[in-house]
């Protein structure tokens, strides 16, 4: 088999089940970006981290394939398969994550700047390109409807990247850069 396959030449795409859309459809900008959260989770995960923030970072991109593939299927012509349904449990473990992370760093007093440690700034590149997966999200779910796990996993997985900023920095005997006036 071919890697290319010349069928997206003009500015076409197919999505599972056979429908063909425009390569700048709202659903494939949103998958995009899913993707794009991915790649750069996998730099992170070339940075100094444990095996344990490891293991949860592949976790998440797992979870983010099934994202993609939940995105990239027409639902109006085929089910959606089993593997791109996102479950509760994967809130509920993003959830533990960021409460188990949060119990070791002290109480914040001011907002942090994007900085402080390599995977730090890292974490808070993946926070904001989750924050923009978020809103194509959103602007998805306007036209196609967007299984709502989907749109909490992304609101709790921001919110994971900053505590895990947080957890390396300080972990790494770094300082995090406190805004100031």
Same mark, same amino acid.
């Given at each position: 088999?071919?890697?290319?396959?010349?069928? %997206?030449?003009? %500015?076409?795409?197919?999505?599972? %089940?056979?429908?063909?859309?425009?390569?700048?459809?709202?659903?494939? +900008?949103?998958?995009? =970006? &899913?993707?794009?959260?991915?790649?750069? #989770?996998?730099?992170? =995960? =070339?940075? +100094?981290?444990? @095996?344990?923030?490891?293991?949860?970072? *592949?976790?998440?991109?797992?979870?983010?394939?099934?994202?993609?593939?939940? /995105?990239?299927?027409?639902?109006?012509?085929?089910?959606? !398969?089993?593997? @791109? #349904?996102?479950?509760?449990?994967?809130?509920?473990? &993003?959830?533990?994550?960021?409460?188990?992370?949060?119990?070791?760093?002290? +109480?914040? !007093?001011?907002?942090?700047?994007?900085?402080?440690?390599?995977?730090?700034?890292?974490?808070?590149?993946?926070?904001?390109?989750?924050?923009?997966?978020?809103? *194509?999200?959103?602007?998805?779910?306007? #036209?196609?409807?967007?299984?709502?796990?989907?749109? #909490?996993?992304?609101?709790?997985?921001?919110?994971?990247?900053?505590?895990?900023?947080?957890? /390396? =920095? &300080?972990?790494?005997?770094?300082?995090?850069?406190?805004?100031?006036?």
């Amino acid at each position: 088999m071919k890697l290319y396959t010349k069928t %997206g030449d003009k %500015g076409q795409t197919g999505l599972i %089940g056979g429908t063909r859309v425009a390569k700048n459809d709202v659903r494939l +900008e949103a998958y995009g =970006t &899913v993707d794009e959260l991915n790649s750069f #989770i996998g730099m992170l =995960t =070339t940075s +100094e981290i444990s @095996s344990q923030e490891l293991e949860f970072l *592949r976790y998440i991109q797992h979870k983010l394939f099934t994202i993609g593939s939940c /995105l990239a299927t027409d639902t109006s012509k085929v089910p959606l !398969n089993l593997a @791109s #349904i996102l479950d509760q449990d994967s809130i509920l473990r &993003v959830e533990h994550e960021i409460d188990r992370l949060d119990a070791e760093l002290v +109480e914040l !007093n001011s907002f942090i700047l994007p900085g402080g440690s390599k995977s730090g700034a890292l974490c808070h590149v993946c926070r904001t390109i989750t924050r923009r997966a978020e809103r *194509r999200l959103f602007d998805v779910d306007l #036209i196609y409807m967007v299984d709502k796990q989907i749109l #909490i996993f992304f609101n709790r997985l921001s919110d994971y990247f900053f505590v895990l900023s947080r957890y /390396l =920095t &300080v972990n790494s005997g770094c300082e995090e850069i406190c805004w100031k006036r």
